[in-house]
């Protein structure tokens, strides 16, 4: 009997429900007894706490207000954890959501250098997946910071961009806000100040 393959099932955006269902405080619900979150690191854990803000813009800079944002990244010494676990003080994943106001925050911490699987070390970086309506698949991407430019100058990652300038796209800038050590990384989906995005 021959085998009958199925069509692909098609991609579908996140549509105006994720924030519903994902980033329940964005969406002005109450949120669950146990929920991952924007809080990656609470008080207690070791290394340098930081705040990460930001908006997100469509091709014409316009805020998406209803974007959702996934952060992925390695401990103060470099070290990724895979398992997640509210009893811990510091997990390397986290969720948050733009808010009406159009802006993005997270808790986490500075994470160390990771190196790649030949032994290259990476200058501190976090991963972003981005969610939003009209995007059938997420968009992934890089924050670095920009306090770093000597790891920056060398991180194999961000000399796979051809284009010099646009390595800017992914760099965070360094800010205080009342009195916390903080970053601002704007996203800007398309246009002449398009974030850079990997297929990975």
């Known amino acids: 009997m021959p085998v009958q393959l199925l069509p692909e099932t098609p991609s579908q955006t ?6 519903i269902g994902l980033a329940l405080e964005a969406a002005g619900n109450a949120p669950r007894p146990q929920e991952i979150c924007s809080e990656m690191a609470r008080p207690g854990a070791p290394g340098e706490h930081i705040l990460l803000m930001g908006h997100v813009y469509d091709r014409n800079g316009q805020l998406i207000r209803d974007a959702f944002l996934e952060f992925w990244q390695a ?7 895979s398992a997640y676990d509210l ?3 510091f997990n390397g994943f986290g969720r948050t959501a ?5 802006e993005w925050t997270i ?11 030949s032994g290259v070390p990476m200058a501190a970086h976090i991963n972003v997946a981005l969610f939003a309506r009209g995007i059938n698949i997420h968009l992934q991407t890089r924050l670095y910071f920009d306090d770093e430019p000597e790891a920056n100058a060398l991180d194999p990652v961000l000399n796979l961009i051809e284009q010099p300038h646009r390595r800017a796209s ?8 009342e009195g916390q050590l ?3 990384f704007d996203i800007h989906v398309q246009g002449e100040a398009e974030t ?3 297929d990975f």
């Open 75 to 81: 401990n103060h010494e470099g070290v990724y954890d």
């Open 182 to 184: 903080a970053y601002r």
């Open 170 to 177: 992914l760099i965070a800038k360094r800010c205080t806000v």
């Open 196 to 198: 850079v995005f990997f």
């Open 87 to 89: 009893e811990k003080p």
């Open 98 to 102: 733009t808010t009406d106001a159009g």
């Open 107 to 117: 808790k986490t911490l500075k994470p160390g250098s990771v190196k790649t699987p």
């Open 14 to 19: 996140a549509g105006p429900y994720v924030h």
